[in-house]
């Protein structure tokens, strides 16, 4: 049989390795260890230079979880409630009490449009003044946002372009480009790709709505869900600058 000063000093250890655990810090989100250098593209395909990519933004561990919250979040506060029953207040008619209250030998009713009555009211449906908005904070949804645009850079599924202009919004000419640049990356980019651009380009959205699976947002407009939703993204080196000014700060 156990003393009750070993059983003692056994508990007490225990306590330690809990309170040394709780303790422990949950550690910054480290760097993946890839490869941040990229090559650089013209607007034909060609490679004319390599670039190297801010560890800060392209180079954090993903958190799914967090990732997950704020996709949530930005969902959430776009949903709009559109069903809606009316109540009793609601409903058209039912001003006037439909018998006396007493001497009918019937059950005393003040409207016909009680929830109880046919045609009347709706006791706790929808309703459309629900919020259904979720709250993040700021540091927690840029933190996201880098986290998304890591794993991109993780699985090379971000292509830069040394520039990127159209002197016409020509839907013909925005797609002859991209079919050379994507011969250039050797990548399927009609898989689903998001360009964006430093600043709003008239040109550049014009000639690239009609074009399947093509989108444009520009730089300042990240967010999860437009990055999650296509699977490579198209951006020139000024979108890398206005990227690091507006959310590094």
Do not use: C
């Amino acid at each position: 049989m156990p003393s009750v000063k070993s059983t003692a000093e056994k508990t007490s250890n225990e306590k330690k390795v809990v309170k040394a655990v709780k303790k422990e810090p949950a550690g910054p989100s480290t760097s993946l260890g890839v490869n941040l250098e990229l090559a650089v593209y013209n607007q034909e395909g060609q490679e004319v230079e390599k670039i190297e990519l801010p560890q800060e933004i392209f180079g954090l561990k993903i958190n799914k979880d967090l990732i997950k919250q704020a996709v949530e979040a930005q969902k959430s506060q776009a949903r709009i409630p559109y069903a809606h029953a009316k109540d009793r207040s609601e409903v058209r008619g039912g001003g006037k009490k439909p018998w006396r209250q007493k001497g009918t030998g019937r059950a005393r009713h003040g409207s016909i449009r009680s929830p109880i009555w046919k045609g009347g009211g709706v006791t706790f449906g929808p309703r459309k003044e629900k919020n259904f908005a979720k709250k993040i904070n700021k540091q927690m949804k840029r933190q996201a946002l880098f986290m998304v645009l890591s794993g991109k850079a993780r699985d090379n599924e971000i292509i830069v372009l040394d520039d990127f202009k159209l002197e016409q919004p020509k839907t013909k000419i925005m797609a002859q480009i991209i079919k050379s640049i994507q011969v250039g990356v050797k990548k399927e980019l009609s898989k689903g790709t998001l360009m964006i651009t430093s600043q709003k380009d008239g040109n550049i959205i014009l000639a690239a709505r009609n074009i399947p699976k093509i989108d444009t947002i520009g730089a300042s407009s990240l967010n999860v869900v437009d990055l999650l939703t296509y699977k490579y993204l198209l951006m020139s080196k000024q979108a890398i600058e206005v990227i690091k000014n507006i959310y590094l700060k």
